[in-house]
């Protein structure tokens, strides 16, 4: 199985900040890398997927990018209701795995 | 509009069984897959498995083969989970997500509302 990590595993912004979450694979999943942003009691929601392939109606302010094994999701300008947990996941190989999330909290 | 809908929370013994169903609208069935995730309270999210909505083929997580089935009805669009001998650590909220119609490569764009799985004696 693929193992993924992310960094941190929480932190702590303000509003109009930009953050970087980073997120790493055991093994090189060329650009099969997706994220997710999750609400408590909410459904996860696809931000992007393939990297860097912003998906339909999810702000622009959300960028990824990333190849092989190290990715990253960038937030610019947080929003209020940008603070979630947000996890990466690989679809290169089945079993398909997340990353642990990383906690994004009001400063 | 495109929509999972899932059935309501449960609440089970050990040694138990649950079938949970994820009911599709507003897209073309067979022209997708079904993965569901699982997550386990103050856990992180768990893949399960997926099924095609086309051909019935499916593939679960090792850890959890023997104990799921995954199936699904294309004339009521309607996918579903049962997961047998249940045990305390099964006890999460499960999700189903439209996928892509083959493995692997695909991301899951859909989510159902989640599905509460209680496993206590």
């Known amino acids: 199985d693929i193992q993924m990590t992310q960094s941190p595993s929480s932190l702590s912004a303000s509003v109009g900040d930009r953050v970087t979450i980073t997120c790493r694979t055991s093994h090189t999943i060329l650009t099969y890398l997706n994220w997710y942003q999750h609400k408590p009691g909410k459904a996860p929601m696809l931000l992007i997927s393939?990297?860097?392939s912003l998906q339909s109606g999810v702000p622009s302010r959300f960028s990824g990018s990333g190849y092989g094994t190290d990715f990253t999701l960038t937030i610019s300008n947080l929003q209020p209701e940008d603070f979630a947990t947000y996890y990466c996941?690989?679809?290169?190989?089945?079993?398909?795995?997340f990353g642990p999330g990383a906690k994004l909290e009001i400063k | 509009q495109v929509q999972l809908v899932q059935s309501g929370p449960e609440v089970k013994k050990p040694g138990a069984s649950v079938k949970v169903s994820c009911k599709a609208s507003?897209?073309?069935?067979?022209?997708?897959?079904v993965s569901w995730v699982r997550q386990a309270p103050g856990q992180g999210l768990e893949w399960v498995g997926w099924?095609?909505?086309?051909?019935?083929?499916?593939n679960a997580a090792q850890k959890l083969q023997g104990r799921v089935t995954l199936t699904a009805n294309t004339s009521t669009r309607t996918a579903y989970m049962e997961l047998r001998s249940l045990r305390s650590d099964d006890t999460a909220v499960y999700f189903c997500a439209r996928g892509g119609q083959w493995l692997p490569y695909d991301a899951f764009d859909v989510w159902g509302q989640g599905t509460m799985v209680s496993v206590s004696s």
């Open positions: 996941q690989q679809s290169y190989s089945v079993p398909y795995t």
């Open positions: 507003g897209y073309t069935f067979t022209s997708h897959g």
């Open positions: 393939a990297a860097s």
């Open positions: 099924i095609s909505g086309s051909t019935g083929y499916t």
